[in-house]
């Protein structure tokens, strides 16, 4: 019996390498934004918490030159969560980015693998009406021996 062989087979291995490539680097960018999101929650943490340390030290009139610092580190960390949030927004596109090229590959890997199906499924029923003759010439000979044998004048 012969086997199935795709002739597209390479184009479909090629297709789905780079699907899955393309899958491994939205999951690194996944990791990127994640980290990159948890930078921008520590970065608001300590601007909370430099906030609530200024107004302190301002109300208590004690020691102005620190609350200055406060509030020079409080400016700070506001520019700090403006950049983070600048680098967080780039990575959203290019991860929206990286998402449709992954949808695409995945679209051009089911084609090859529908066509790819199909002519299977055809190699499939070919097999199958081949077996079915091959089958009934074996019942035809069959039928044919047992007649010669039990009356060979019919034959």
Request: net charge negative; charged share 40%; aromatic share 8%.
């Amino acid at each position: 019996m012969p086997r199935f062989r795709f002739q597209l087979q390479a184009l479909l291995d090629f297709r789905i390498r780079k699907e899955d490539e393309l899958k491994r680097r939205l999951g690194e960018l996944e990791n990127i934004m994640h980290a990159e999101q948890e930078t921008l929650a520590e970065l608001e943490r300590s601007r909370q918490e430099a906030a609530a340390r200024y107004e302190e030290l301002e109300s208590s009139d004690v020691d102005l030159e620190r609350a200055r610092l406060y509030r020079g580190f409080y400016r700070w960390l506001s520019s700090r969560i403006e950049d983070q949030q600048q680098v967080i927004s780039e990575l959203e596109d290019e991860m929206k980015i990286q998402r449709d090229r992954v949808v695409e590959a995945m679209r051009e890997r089911k084609v090859v693998q529908s066509l790819r199906d199909s002519q299977f499924e055809r190699f499939r029923l070919d097999e199958l009406r081949r077996e079915q003759a091959f089958l009934d010439d074996l019942a035809t000979s069959r039928h044919v021996s047992t007649q010669l044998r039990e009356d060979p004048e019919t034959a």
